[in-house]
């Protein structure tokens, strides 16, 4: 069985710095999707970036970017220039080949402090 | 317009009572889901649907049943409501890319459900 393990339950972050929020997870598979999303105050569970497993470059999306290690299960997400509207629950996220259930972690909760 | 739409937003009922979630979604995915939030427990996996015909159980189906009335909808359904089911649902929806077996899901914006 697949486990995702986010070992931050809170961080926080001045406006314009940068943050690493954490996840580890594990699994036998080799193909596999990881993915970010984002839980603001109106609780809407927003895409913020995905991963293929078999792709070694690691994907970015404007100021959001991840290092995807696979040999060590390690799937972290950057906010750069952090802003007010990033203030919010994160939830990194599995799915495997093998199946169809998105596995979440317990979710690191950002503030984003002016 | 949302391409995946929940009703109601907001739900307050008492225990014993017999309620429905609605999901709707013009994505045009043939594959629905339905997830349950507790505080401190991220998402879990309640039921889920690959099309009209084809339904199955999650991780935590004790006390649910669903309904797959067309590929656009999916309702939830709690025959006998109870206190421990207070939580906050989401709907959510996927279709398989071409060339793989992954998938992304994409959620509605959540029912937030209170059973005294």
């Known amino acids: 069985a697949q486990t995702v393990t986010q070992s931050q339950p809170e961080m926080s972050v001045q406006e314009a710095e940068t943050v690493t929020l954490s996840c580890t997870y594990d699994?036998?598979?080799?193909?596999?999707?990881l993915f970010w999303y984002k839980q603001p105050p109106s609780r809407q569970m927003i895409l913020v970036i995905r991963q293929e497993a078999y792709k070694q470059q690691n994907a970015t999306e404007n100021r959001f970017s991840v290092n995807f290690q696979k040999a060590a299960k390690s799937f972290s997400l950057k906010i750069s220039d952090s802003q007010l509207g990033d203030t919010a629950m994160y939830f990194c996220?599995?799915?495997?080949?093998?199946?169809?259930?998105?596995?979440f972690g317990k979710g690191t909760l950002l503030t984003v402090n002016p | 317009d949302a391409d995946v739409t929940q009703t109601p937003r907001n739900r307050i009922t008492k225990t014993g009572k017999r309620i429905m979630l609605e999901c709707s979604q013009t994505?045009?995915?043939?594959?629905m889901y339905w997830y349950r939030q507790d505080p401190g427990l991220g998402l879990r996996l309640i039921y889920y649907s690959f099309d009209v015909k084809d339904i199955n159980k999650g991780e935590i189906s004790d006390g649910y049943s669903v309904s797959r009335q067309a590929q656009a909808k999916f309702s939830l359904s709690l025959e006998s409501a109870i206190p421990n089911q207070t939580a906050l649902y989401f709907c959510a929806t996927s279709d398989l890319p071409r060339g793989g077996p992954q998938e992304t899901q994409y959620f509605g914006p959540g029912t937030r459900l209170l059973v005294l």
């Open positions: 699994t036998s598979e080799n193909n596999y999707y």
């Open positions: 996220a599995f799915i495997g080949s093998s199946n169809y259930k998105l596995t």
């Open positions: 994505k045009g995915h043939d594959r």
